[in-house]
């Protein structure tokens, strides 16, 4: 079993910049390709961002891609997602997820999933 547990949501002007953190427990993380996810009201949940097991790799959605940036630290069993230059169609709950497989855009490839935190972007 892997644990994982986001935090640093939050509300946040458009323009403006989150970090939100993903810290893991129970299996080694540096086994695990590790992605983020947000789920919009009424909305199904998409995929955001990727890294691969070693970091080196990064995958991103193309409504992100330039804006936001993920990053991991083994070390610390702990991903990262910085969002900069947010918009309000950003706001969702975002949800931190491992795979032990082959990284895909898809929730059902993904083992463990966090609980999510809330990120609301005011216009």
């Known amino acids: 079993q892997v644990q994982l547990v986001e935090s640093g949501g939050g509300l946040v002007q458009a323009g403006g910049s989150l970090r939100l953190s993903c810290a893991a427990s129970?299996?080694?993380?540096?086994?695990?390709?590790m992605g983020w996810f947000r789920q919009a009201p009424g909305k199904e949940r998409e995929f955001a961002a990727a890294?691969?097991?070693?970091?080196?790799?990064?995958y991103y959605a193309d409504s992100v891609k330039g804006r936001f940036t993920i990053s991991r630290d083994n070390a610390k069993n702990t991903v990262y997602l910085q969002m900069n230059s947010l918009k309000p169609e950003d706001t969702a709950v975002y949800y931190c997820?491992?795979?032990?497989?082959?990284?895909?855009?898809?929730?059902?490839?993904?083992?463990?999933w966090g609980q999510g935190t809330q990120v609301t972007v005011s216009s």
């Open positions: 890294i691969s097991w070693s970091g080196p790799t990064t």
């Open positions: 129970g299996r080694t993380f540096s086994n695990y390709g």
């Open positions: 997820a491992a795979a032990a497989g082959p990284i895909t855009g898809a929730t059902m490839s993904w083992n463990y």
